[in-house]
């Protein structure tokens, strides 16, 4: 299970390289294929041990996904020619590492780290439905793309805090492996990872 994003994501990332090397002016697209390069990166970290373990590894995952979230939107900005909200994710991402290393470091708890986390990304999505929803003229494949990332949005609060209510809190990360937490953020993960790519393939 922990290795199905990282495969995912090479392969989508692969995806869009080959749709770049067909068209090679869209460069939005080379961002959409750096983005899931990064993800296959930030998954492979948190699927292993190797090199710094925990908490280590897994700040340098929220590294990695934070360029992951930062390449595809500025791809979906580049392509309509509309300026990136970099302030505003640039934010969203200290507010958000700064909260997983406090949790990881200064004081070690886990569902902590899940919402410091999953609020930063939700954020940034978010984020992004609220600058796709102002692009003039969206063609069909942007209002899908805009319902998509809302969705993506939305199910990242609602998600965290109904799956922690319903777990209860977790304090170590041993409680987090194999946990309702971790199987379902490995499997929602993939599906909208899936949906997203293929959404922003018909752009």
């Known amino acids: 299970i922990s290795l199905l994003n990282p495969v ?7 995806l869009f390289l080959k749709l770049w090397m067909q068209r090679k002016a869209q460069t939005h697209v080379l961002f959409f294929c750096a ?16 090199p710094f373990g925990d908490p280590g ?10 360029g992951t979230f930062g390449a595809t939107i500025h791809g979906i900005m580049l392509r309509r020619r509309r300026p990136t909200p970099f302030a505003a994710l640039a934010t969203l991402a200290v507010l958000g590492y700064a909260a997983q290393a406090w949790f990881s470091v200064v004081h ?9 986390v999953n609020f930063c990304y939700g954020g940034m999505m978010l ?3 609220a600058e796709i929803r102002a692009f003039p003229d969206k063609t069909a494949a942007e209002r899908l793309l805009f319902a998509v ?3 993506i949005g939305v199910y990242s609060f609602a998600r965290t805090v109904g799956i922690s209510l319903l777990q209860g809190h977790i304090v170590e990360r041993s409680e987090y492996v194999g946990s309702l937490t971790w199987l379902v953020l490995n ?4 599906l909208f990872a899936l ?6 393939v018909y752009l």
């Open 187 to 190: 499997f929602s993960t993939a």
């Open 35 to 50: 983005a899931y390069s990064l993800y296959a990166v930030a998954f492979g970290f948190q699927a292993s041990p190797w």
């Open 108 to 116: 070690p708890d886990m569902t902590g780290r899940i919402y410091a």
């Open 127 to 129: 984020l992004t439905a």
């Open 57 to 66: 590894n897994a700040l340098l995952s929220n590294f990695f996904l934070l």
């Open 149 to 151: 990332i809302l969705t």
């Open 8 to 14: 995912l994501a090479l392969v989508l990332s692969g």
């Open 195 to 200: 949906l997203l790519a293929l959404t922003l």
